[in-house]
């Protein structure tokens, strides 16, 4: 039998917390009219979908950092 092996779990939790921190700021881009880290004070939906494919990119990203190596 080998030994199991588990993942980079510290990397894992920090991916997943990364995610969480960056689907809340797409949902605050889709839902309030600000100027927040832009030049005008508008509903920024390009900010707002940049935010939420890259908290998909960290799930996927503490998906393969979980798995055994």
């Given at each position: ?14 991916l ?42 960290s ?11």
């Amino acid at each position: 039998m080998q030994p199991q092996r588990s993942g980079n779990m510290p990397l894992a939790i920090g991916l997943l917390v990364l995610a969480v921190v960056l689907a809340i700021l797409g949902i605050f881009y889709l839902t309030t009219t600000t100027s927040l880290l832009a030049d005008s004070t508008a509903r920024h939906y390009k900010h707002a979908i940049l935010a939420l494919v890259l908290a998909v990119l960290s799930l996927i990203g503490a998906n393969f950092a979980r798995r055994a190596a």
